[in-house]
T-cell receptor
Framework: GAGVSQSPSNKVTEKGKDVELRCDPI?????LYWYRQSLGQGLEFLIY????????KSGLPSDRFSAERTGGSVSTLTIQRTQQEDSAVYLC???????????????FGPGTRLTVT | DAKTTQPNSMESNEEEPVHLPCNHS???????IHWYRQLPSQGPEYVIH???SNVNNRMASLAIAEDRKSSTLILHRATLRDAAVYYC????????????FGSGTKLNVKP
């Protein structure tokens, strides 16, 4: 079946511009995550959505970063007034919700490579 | 947060077994041990996870120490396609939705 998709695959933008990154999770997955991966580094958690619950925004690095999830499916990560340090690969993942003691795996998309010049 | 410690890199020969270690001495009783891997230019993919008992699946085996303070991911016959960064992650109630990936182990497979 279809996996997690992200668009665009690559984005080059000028410093100070706003960008929107899109994530389409796997159908039926109510949990959605955004991560950031700088060059040569591990993944950094940004934000988590679960169904209609309030999102966990504790990983967002500044108020220039925001995300929304419409209709419990597609999510958009917005970065306002981009800075060069925002350059990274932004990864989205989705999973089934936590069920009791069950720990479900996360399925990752291919990522969006953002370059801020 | 319970953290993990992994070697920065390891090397293996093709078609030989690979044992990737992970130390997690501060693991709590409710933490699951997850392994993900990231192939070049791709998003991470799930490999295996366990709680207390050893686990096997089509990709790998996970051996968990009796005291749970360490674990080992076992690739029974490494292929060139297994060259990736392998992440050992603890997932518990305090961080269930916030994986801490760390820097992982970069596995190089030689033909």
């Amino acid at each position: 079946g279809a996996g997690v998709s992200q668009s665009p695959s690559n984005k080059v933008t000028e410093k100070g511009k706003d960008v929107e990154l899109r994530c389409d999770p796997i159908s039926g997955h109510t949990a959605l995550y955004w991560y950031r991966q700088s060059l040569g580094q591990g993944l950094e958690f940004l934000i988590y959505f679960q169904g209609n619950s309030a999102p966990d925004k504790s990983g967002l690095p500044s108020d220039r970063f925001s995300a929304e999830r419409t209709g419990g499916s597609v999510s958009t990560l917005t970065i306002q007034r981009t800075q060069q340090e925002d350059s990274a690969v932004y990864l989205c993942a989705s999973s089934l919700p936590r069920g009791g003691r069950t720990s479900y795996e996360q399925y990752f998309g291919p990522g969006t490579r953002l370059t801020v010049t | 947060d319970a953290k993990t410690t992994q070697p920065n890199s390891m090397e293996s020969n093709e078609e030989e077994p690979v044992h990737l270690p992970c130390n997690h001495s501060t693991i709590s009783g409710t933490d699951y041990i997850h392994w993900y891997r990231q192939l070049p230019s791709q998003g991470p993919e799930y490999v295996i996870h366990g709680l207390t008992s050893n686990v096997n699946n089509r990709m790998a085996s996970l051996a968990i120490a009796e005291d749970r303070k360490s674990s080992t991911l076992i690739l029974h016959r490494a292929t060139l396609r297994d060259a990736a960064v392998y992440y050992c992650i603890l997932r518990g109630p305090y961080n269930f939705n916030k994986f801490y990936f760390g820097s992982g182990t970069k596995l190089n497979v030689k033909p």
